[in-house]
């Protein structure tokens, strides 16, 4: 009988010795795993960290897998880097030439040319323009999309937008014997007011390009998160089918084809309101007009 509780209490603390090792075990697996986490979050995670050879399976199969995402992580940053010396370089070895063709056609138009030679100076003119604006679009837009832009959202008025966008739009607008003008607000939105200015300024611009002896008439509405922007116009209007491709780069559909344009503006203008939280929506009747509905986050 004595055997047999002494073999009980021995079982007894032979159990309660494995349970405190594997407790013990378990915790310190818990906590390298834990810091290993730790170390991956902080961005700090290296091959040198641990010690693979004293690890479980599970601690190994972990220790390789936080490895290969942080080479990745540096591959991202590592091309993030190239694209952004990329865009630089490009828009700095650009700018001169195109300035110097500006600057020489305007000489020309100066001089007393023989024939022709005049429109044809207006034309390389044109020409360098068109591709001075291509370039600086082009530049921004790759910025936008591989998330290299920075914007710093502050509360701005709407009515003031408004107002800059009409100051800048009446010339042309009255050319064409557009009539546009704003309903005013005192609403406010929380955005970069640079980058929401050129993303309503692109869509209103558009309004103006498309619509001949019409108007073209900008709005503010409050919801709950957003402030929704209207720009309606009086113009060709767009088709269902070309509804969902405006907002793609060089879209342009063959109604307009004779117009001036690259099809660029729409597409730039959604991936700014994009990258402020917002959306655009679009409602438009081919020969009546088209409504541009862009939803800012409410100021």
């Given at each position: 009988?004595?055997?047999?509780?002494?073999?009980?209490?021995?079982?007894?603390?032979?159990?309660?010795?494995?349970?405190?090792?594997?407790?013990?075990?378990?915790?310190?697996?818990?906590?390298?795993?834990?810091?290993?986490?730790?170390?991956?979050?902080?961005?700090?995670?290296s091959e040198t960290s641990f010690d693979e050879s004293v690890y479980s399976l599970l601690e190994s199969k972990l220790h390789e897998y936080l490895s290969?995402?942080?080479?990745?992580?540096?591959?991202?940053?590592?091309?993030?880097?190239?694209?952004?010396?990329?865009?630089?370089?490009?828009?700095?070895?650009?700018?001169?030439?195109?300035?110097?063709?500006?600057?020489?056609?305007?000489?020309?138009?100066?001089?007393?040319?023989?024939?022709?030679?005049?429109?044809?100076?207006?034309?390389?003119?044109?020409?360098?323009?068109?591709?001075?604006?291509?370039?600086?679009?082009?530049?921004?837009?790759?910025?936008?999309?591989?998330?290299?832009?920075?914007?710093?959202?502050?509360?701005?008025?709407?009515?003031?937008?408004?107002?800059?966008?009409?100051?800048?739009?009446?010339?042309?607008?009255?050319?064409?014997?557009?009539?546009?003008?704003?309903?005013?607000?005192?609403?406010?939105?929380?955005?970069?007011?640079?980058?929401?200015?050129?993303?309503?300024?692109?869509?209103?611009?558009?309004?103006?390009?498309?619509?001949?002896?019409?108007?073209?008439?900008?709005?503010?509405?409050?919801?709950?998160?957003?402030?929704?922007i209207d720009i309606e116009d009086t113009g060709i209007g767009i088709s269902e089918e070309d509804s969902a491709k405006v907002f793609t780069r060089f879209?342009?559909?063959?109604?307009?084809?004779?117009?001036?344009?690259?099809?660029?503006?729409?597409?730039?203008?959604?991936?700014?309101i994009t990258g402020e939280g917002g959306y655009i929506r679009l409602e438009s009747t081919p020969g009546e007009g088209s409504r541009f509905s862009v939803?800012?986050?409410?100021?």
């Amino acid at each position: 009988m004595i055997y047999f509780v002494i073999a009980s209490v021995a079982a007894a603390v032979i159990a309660i010795t494995w349970a405190v090792v594997e407790h013990i075990r378990t915790r310190r697996l818990v906590d390298s795993l834990s810091d290993m986490l730790d170390s991956a979050i902080e961005g700090d995670f290296s091959e040198t960290s641990f010690d693979e050879s004293v690890y479980s399976l599970l601690e190994s199969k972990l220790h390789e897998y936080l490895s290969s995402s942080a080479l990745s992580a540096d591959k991202v940053s590592e091309e993030k880097e190239k694209i952004k010396t990329l865009i630089s370089d490009i828009s700095h070895q650009t700018k001169t030439p195109i300035a110097n063709l500006m600057l020489y056609s305007e000489l020309l138009a100066e001089e007393d040319l023989p024939g022709d030679a005049g429109d044809k100076v207006t034309a390389i003119r044109s020409q360098s323009e068109k591709l001075k604006f291509l370039i600086d679009s082009l530049v921004k837009m790759s910025r936008l999309e591989s998330g290299l832009m920075t914007y710093s959202p502050v509360t701005s008025s709407v009515e003031e937008l408004f107002e800059s966008i009409t100051d800048a739009l009446s010339s042309k607008a009255s050319s064409k014997g557009i009539e546009l003008s704003y309903e005013p607000t005192d609403l406010s939105i929380k955005c970069d007011p640079k980058w929401t200015y050129e993303a309503i300024f692109n869509i209103a611009d558009n309004a103006v390009k498309y619509t001949d002896g019409g108007r073209v008439f900008m709005s503010a509405r409050e919801y709950e998160m957003f402030v929704r922007i209207d720009i309606e116009d009086t113009g060709i209007g767009i088709s269902e089918e070309d509804s969902a491709k405006v907002f793609t780069r060089f879209y342009r559909s063959q109604e307009v084809s004779s117009e001036e344009g690259v099809g660029i503006g729409l597409c730039l203008a959604r991936e700014i309101i994009t990258g402020e939280g917002g959306y655009i929506r679009l409602e438009s009747t081919p020969g009546e007009g088209s409504r541009f509905s862009v939803y800012v986050p409410k100021g």
